[in-house]
């Protein structure tokens, strides 16, 4: 298995351009997260899904979409990239059931927005 | 609203030294507890977890945590550091009224030689 995989790596943005973050895993994970990781802040969530077709609001929605047509894959929309989005981005995943809170996390995309 | 707090933001250590970093959860109700680990450059990987039973938790690398449901406490403890636990660890709670994880602000070890 390959996880939870994340791509681009790295990715400067100008500000008003829009991108999306891609993240994917091959775990049949129900439950998806994007979480952004600001120095000095841990990690704050932006959206969730608890499967396909669901996704929530987390703690720092704004800015941001989401969508989840399938169990793998669940990108990140930035559609006005303004630079308090500077940040670096992590995705996870978890089952459904097991393990409750555990969660496995990709390796992050370091997001710049000048 | 469910918290989780860490007052120790960075520390920094010599070789050998013992570890606690505290970790503190503001919720009255049933709590999953976790510390995850950070290394330089890298995401964030399980080092261990609380559901129920034993209070006191062996995870990888000589870590251990202690449950105390008094003091709404989850230190993290190693006896005897390495440079390579140079890291940023974060301390976790999932509650039984929420889907979501809330992390604490981390704390960044240095361990030197």
């Known amino acids: 298995n390959a996880g939870v995989t994340q791509t681009p790596k790295f990715r400067i943005l100008k500000i008003g351009q829009s991108m999306t973050l891609q993240c994917a895993q091959d775990?049949?994970?129900?439950?998806m997260y994007w979480y952004r990781q600001d120095p000095g802040m841990g990690l704050k969530l932006i959206y969730y899904?608890?499967?396909?077709?669901?996704?929530d609001k987390g703690e720092v929605p704004n800015g941001y979409n989401v969508s989840r047509s399938t169990t793998e894959d669940f990108p990140l929309r930035l559609e006005l990239a303004a630079p308090s989005q500077t940040s670096v981005y992590f995705c996870?995943?978890?089952?459904?059931?097991?393990?409750?809170?555990?969660?496995?996390f990709g390796p992050g995309t370091r997001l710049t927005v000048t | 609203a469910q918290s989780v707090s860490q007052h120790n933001h960075h520390v920094i250590l010599s070789e050998a030294a013992s570890l606690e970093l505290g970790c503190n959860y503001s919720?009255?109700?049933?709590?999953?507890l976790f510390w995850y680990v950070q290394y330089p450059g890298q995401h964030l990987q399980l080092l261990l977890k609380?559901?129920?039973?034993?209070?006191l938790v062996k995870g990888i690398k000589g870590f251990e945590a202690e449950f105390i449901k008094s003091k709404f406490s989850f230190n993290l403890r190693k006896p005897s550091v390495q440079w390579s636990d140079t890291a940023e660890y974060f301390c976790?709670?999932?509650?039984?009224?929420?889907?979501?994880?809330?992390f604490g602000t981390g704390t960044r070890l240095q361990v030197f030689p």
């Open positions: 996870a995943s978890r089952p459904l059931g097991q393990g409750f809170g555990e969660q496995y």
């Open positions: 775990m049949n994970h129900n439950y």
């Open positions: 899904s608890v499967g396909a077709g669901i996704t």
């Open positions: 919720y009255g109700g049933t709590v999953n």
């Open positions: 609380y559901f129920s039973g034993d209070p």
């Open positions: 976790a709670a999932h509650t039984d009224n929420t889907d979501k994880l809330i």
